[in-house]
């Protein structure tokens, strides 16, 4: 019995501040935040942390193997650059790749993010305020807009135009605004009846000034909770087009177009998909944790106890 109440007290510290920790995991998503903050950071620093040129091609390297796990293949052919992730199907350095994709997809996210955010926005205050002959013809365009198939207009657009950055980001914003403009309206809805509104309208202020000033404050919650939730799916577009061939052409390191390069050499070479798909993977799954905890913080109904 005393060798086990002095175990017992010698764990009572340490499972308190497993405890703890656990309670602030829970409470804060705290590796979430950090996994998005070191995209931040490879993404802003991608050309100081790459160590190889991302779209340098070397033959000696084809579909070598990662310097972590196969260093005997290097030692046999002294003459290849060290790829500490390996090499993909034209000897170049998918770790460079990787990195330099987190910088394509933070720019082409968040460029469409903040575009479609801004028009979808626009026209839900625009349909909630002034509803009527208005706010019916925005919803129908809206359900003819979600009744069209994104990815036959992606490649009849990358037919037409040809695959490039500005139409990937024009594209991705095409889908950004459909989602905020139906939730926003139902905040505007209840908004415009409020008595400050009332009195407003009855001061003589114009239908700009009530809408910038006392409804557009309002629903700044809502839209940032629904664009924390989007800029993930909007990245895994992207990711999508490119795997598609609709997306960044070539040779650009974009990480759907690396998974799409590297699919006919998996049972070779499965890094070249494995490493992008797994930057993928972290990257959805952090945003989506932020943006369901950013909801419940933001949300009083939604509002957790600890």
């Given amino acids: 019995m005393k060798n086990i109440s002095s175990i017992l007290k010698i764990l009572k510290l340490p499972l308190f501040y497993l405890s703890e920790i656990w309670r602030l995991l829970r409470r804060y998503p705290i590796i979430s935040v950090v996994l998005i903050i070191l995209l931040f950071f490879t993404g802003i620093f ?60 933070l720019i082409t996210g968040g460029t469409a993010l903040v575009t479609g955010i801004t028009i979808g926005t626009t026209l839900a205050l625009i349909a909630g305020y002034f509803g009527g002959h208005v706010d019916e013809i925005i919803l129908r365009f809206l359900d003819v807009w979600y009744a069209l198939p994104f990815l036959l207009i992606a490649m009849v657009a990358v037919i037409i135009f040809g695959s490039s950055f500005a139409l990937v980001v024009i594209l991705l914003a095409l889908v950004a605004w459909s989602a905020t403009v139906r939730n926003v309206r139902a905040e505007v809805l209840t908004l415009r009846e409020r008595d400050y509104v009332l009195y407003s309208r009855i001061a003589g202020a114009s239908n700009f000034r009530i809408i910038m000033t006392h409804i557009f404050p309002g629903v700044i919650n809502t839209v940032v909770v629904i664009a924390s939730l989007r800029v993930g799916s909007l990245i895994l577009s992207e990711a999508s087009l490119s795997f598609l061939g609709a997306g960044i052409p070539s040779p650009t390191p974009a ?52």
């Fill in 255 to 306: 990480w759907g177009l690396m998974i799409s390069e590297g699919r006919a050499y998996v049972d070779s070479a499965w890094w070249s998909t494995v490493v992008p798909g797994v930057s993928i993977m972290l990257l959805i799954i952090s945003l989506s944790f932020f943006g369901d905890w950013l909801r419940d913080r933001l949300d009083p109904r939604l509002t957790q106890l600890d």
């Fill in 46 to 105: 991608a050309d100081l942390i790459s160590p190889h040129d991302p779209i340098k091609q070397n033959l000696r390297s084809r579909n070598a193997p990662g310097y972590l796990w196969d260093k005997q293949w290097y030692a046999e052919n002294p003459k290849a650059p060290k790829y500490l992730l390996g090499g993909d199907h034209m000897g170049r350095d998918v770790l460079s790749r990787t990195i330099h994709g987190a910088r394509l997809s």
